[in-house]
């Protein structure tokens, strides 16, 4: 079965840091790969996907992930964190060429302190 | 505003009731999913419908239901409340049933069982 592992429940960074949340997922097949984050109290706003080409894929606000095929992972980078970055961050995971539901992983709580 | 609009925002209950929760997806958007995000199960996939139709089901209770209407907005029915059902219920929406566009959440509601 398809499942989405994030490693880190809760990261604590001070501003300027950089900032590296793991993802690695489980599946046979060609994969869709995305991060979302949900802002306290707000619904969750795609930051990146990749569905093919190059590995490295850049996101809005400064964030890239890396997609490593060999060990299926999608890591999330950031090289300098704000304040405002404080939020829940979610790596989901869809078959390509299956029906649209994503598997989410757990999410990582990411507090950042000014 | 993501263009997906879930009413009511929030919504109080007593257990043994049942609630409707309501999703109108964003325009010109055909496939609707429902994901139900609590503390201990995080991000969990209910079900999906692709106009009107069934496309996919996840971990969707049987006291829960749902439907997608003709003009495309969806309803979850969750009947026979128990404690356990107070969650954050997302709707998501996209342009085809296995988009490759990535989602579009909406704000969720907020049910509580008590």
């Known amino acids: 079965a398809q499942s989405v592992s994030q490693h880190n429940h809760h990261v604590i960074l001070s501003e300027a840091a950089s900032l590296e949340l793991g993802c690695n997922y489980s599946?046979?097949?060609?994969?869709?790969l995305f991060w979302y984050v949900q802002y306290p109290g707000q619904h969750l706003q795609l930051l990146l996907k990749?569905?093919?080409?190059?590995?490295l894929v850049k996101g809005i606000k400064g964030f890239e992930a890396e997609f490593i095929k060999s060990k299926f992972s999608f890591n999330l980078r950031k090289p300098s964190v704000q304040w405002s970055d404080t939020a829940e961050y979610f790596c989901?995971?869809?078959?390509?060429?299956?029906?649209?539901?994503?598997?989410f992983g757990q999410g990582t709580e990411l507090s950042v302190k000014p | 505003d993501s263009g997906v609009t879930q009413t009511p925002k929030h919504l109080i209950t007593a257990t043994g009731q049942r609630v409707t929760l309501r999703c109108s997806p964003r325009?010109?958007?055909?496939?609707v999913y429902w994901y139900q995000q609590s503390l201990d199960q995080g991000l969990q996939f209910l079900i999906q419908?692709?106009?009107?139709?069934?496309?996919a089901k996840g971990n969707i209770l049987e006291r829960f239901s749902a439907q997608q209407f003709p003009d495309l907005h969806s309803e979850l029915n969750l009947s026979s409340l128990e404690l356990g059902d107070s969650a954050l219920y997302f709707c998501?929406?996209?342009?085809?049933?296995?988009?490759?566009?990535?989602?579009?959440f909406g704000s969720g509601t907020r049910l509580t069982v008590v």
């Open positions: 325009s010109g958007d055909l496939s």
């Open positions: 419908y692709y106009n009107g139709e069934e496309r």
């Open positions: 990749y569905f093919s080409g190059d590995p």
């Open positions: 599946y046979g097949g060609t994969v869709n």
């Open positions: 989901a995971v869809k078959g390509a060429y299956e029906g649209g539901k994503l598997i």
């Open positions: 998501a929406s996209s342009v085809a049933a296995g988009s490759n566009y990535g989602y579009t």
